[in-house]
């Protein structure tokens, strides 16, 4: 089966352009979590949806940050504008379950924000 | 707010010797998992553990749930090369149904 896929891989960009990060969950999973990764912060949960509505954007650092899932197999993480601070790995992760345990993750996207 | 303690931050050892790395919460969990991330990949989930007291393997890898459901331990026997890479301990407390991950700890194997 395949896994969590995420694309693109590598996104290099300019401040103030616009950047979309896009995941396709594991088949079945109904749980979809964003998560960004940096050497100062670690692992910080963003945002997660449950059956496509999202459930705790607690962890999205401002506005310019906005996620959807249109439907039950793709989401999508937009930064608008983007920052050299929002330079990181961005990790999509599914699950099965209703609540936020044994996810499965994506290989991420390496964003580099010049 | 709730933290996730994780120790040690990092480690390096001989090839064949056992590690030990565990994480402590300042509230109740209802599951513990441990994670191992590779570089340039995402974490992996190594072992789910959803009981006070259980105690769960996989392969060279064994960790439990503590019985005070504010701690988990991982252990892995034998270390090879391999095993390098970050492990991460998360889980989900019992009040919030939050999900939290712990900072790390990085294994370096010396063959």
């Known amino acids: 089966d395949a896994g969590v896929i995420q694309s693109p891989r590598h996104e290099v960009t300019e401040m103030g352009q616009e950047v979309t990060l896009r995941c396709k969950p594991i088949?079945?999973?109904?749980?979809l979590f964003w998560y960004r990764q940096t050497m100062m912060r670690g692992l910080e949960l963003l945002i997660y949806?449950?059956?496509?509505?999202?459930?705790?954007d607690s962890g999205m650092p401002e506005d310019r940050f906005s996620a959807k899932m249109p439907n039950a197999s793709f989401s999508t993480l937009k930064i608008q504008p983007s920052e050299p601070r929002d330079s990181a790995v961005y990790f999509c992760?599914?699950?099965?379950?209703?609540?936020?345990?044994?996810?499965?993750f994506g290989p991420g996207t390496r964003l580099t924000v010049l | 707010g709730q933290q996730l303690n994780q120790s040690p931050q990092s480690m390096f050892i001989q090839e064949g010797e056992d590690v030990s790395m565990n994480c402590t919460s300042s509230?109740?969990?209802?599951?513990w998992l441990w994670y191992k991330q590779d570089p340039g990949e995402g974490p992996v989930l190594l072992i789910a553990l959803y009981k006070a007291g259980e105690l769960t393997s996989n392969g060279r890898l064994t960790a439990q749930f503590g019985i005070t459901r504010k701690d988990s331990f991982l252990n892995i026997s034998a270390s090879i090369p391999s095993d390098v890479g970050i492990y991460f301990c998360a889980g989900t407390d019992y009040n919030f149904n939050k999900f939290y991950f712990g900072s790390g700890t990085k294994l370096n194997v010396k063959p």
């Open positions: 088949s079945g999973h109904n749980s």
């Open positions: 509230s109740i969990f209802n599951t």
């Open positions: 949806f449950n059956n496509n509505v999202p459930i705790d």
């Open positions: 992760a599914s699950s099965r379950s209703s609540t936020p345990d044994t996810q499965y």
